[in-house]
């Protein structure tokens, strides 16, 4: 299974993705997609997405906004997914990952998608999704978003090489998966769970959406 992680940004201006098995990278955000249509031709694809991907769902209004659980690492401040550059990487995502899934779809047909990353997948056209969180690790800020890819890359291959116990870095017991709506609104799949069910999430070391 292939890897591949895209830092979320305003495309041609500060979005960048990475793919590794063999290693290739950039920032061009259609050559991104045709880079991983082709590697689900031949097998799965491991896609993250490097912004919030799913929102917690309360009943108490005073903790609407609060950070999902485990948002906060340990000597972090509390950056939310709804604070600063949690909240604009979000908005930018909505219109980012539905394009990254329609381009996909129309290139992989009959191609699945799962959350499930305890599930060995290894057939064509079988797409793990997941949510990578990577930011603010004080990198050359000329090359800090394919940086950033790099890095999920790494986290996630840490973890998935045992998947049984490979556990999400961050939870919610009630949630809105936005990932969820992208996959059937680009028809992906008609499941309607997915808009209830968390994804998995990557978190590196001292990760800090700020």
């Known amino acids: 299974m292939r890897v591949a992680v895209i830092d ?8 960048g993705w990475a793919m590794d ?6 920032v061009d955000l259609d050559e991104c997609v045709a880079e991983i249509a082709a590697a689900l031709q031949i097998g799965p694809v491991a896609l993250g997405f490097e912004a919030p991907q799913f929102v917690p769902l309360r009943n108490d209004p005073m903790a609407l906004t609060a950070g ?14 709804s604070a600063s550059a949690g909240a604009t990487v ?6 980012v990952v539905p394009y990254v899934l329609s381009e996909l779809r129309a290139r992989v047909v ?3 998608a799962t959350f499930d990353w305890k599930r060995r997948l290894s057939e064509p056209g079988e797409l793990l999704l997941f949510e990578a969180f990577v930011s603010d690790q004080r990198k050359n800020t000329a090359t800090r978003h394919v940086e950033d890819a790099r890095l999920a890359i790494a986290d996630f291959r840490r973890g998935i090489s045992a998947p049984q116990s490979f556990e999400s870095s961050i939870t919610s017991p009630e949630c809105l998966n936005l990932l969820g709506a992208a996959l059937l609104r680009t028809g992906w799949s008609s499941d309607l769970a997915l808009l209830s069910t968390s994804c998995l999430v990557v978190r590196s070391a001292n990760a800090s959406r700020t």
């Open 8 to 15: 979320i940004g305003k495309p041609g201006k500060n979005l």
């Open 21 to 26: 098995g063999p290693y290739i990278e950039g």
């Open 68 to 81: 999902r659980i485990g948002e906060f690492g340990p000597g972090q401040p509390t950056r939310t997914f």
């Open 90 to 95: 979000l908005v930018t995502s909505l219109v």
């Open 110 to 112: 009959g191609g699945f």
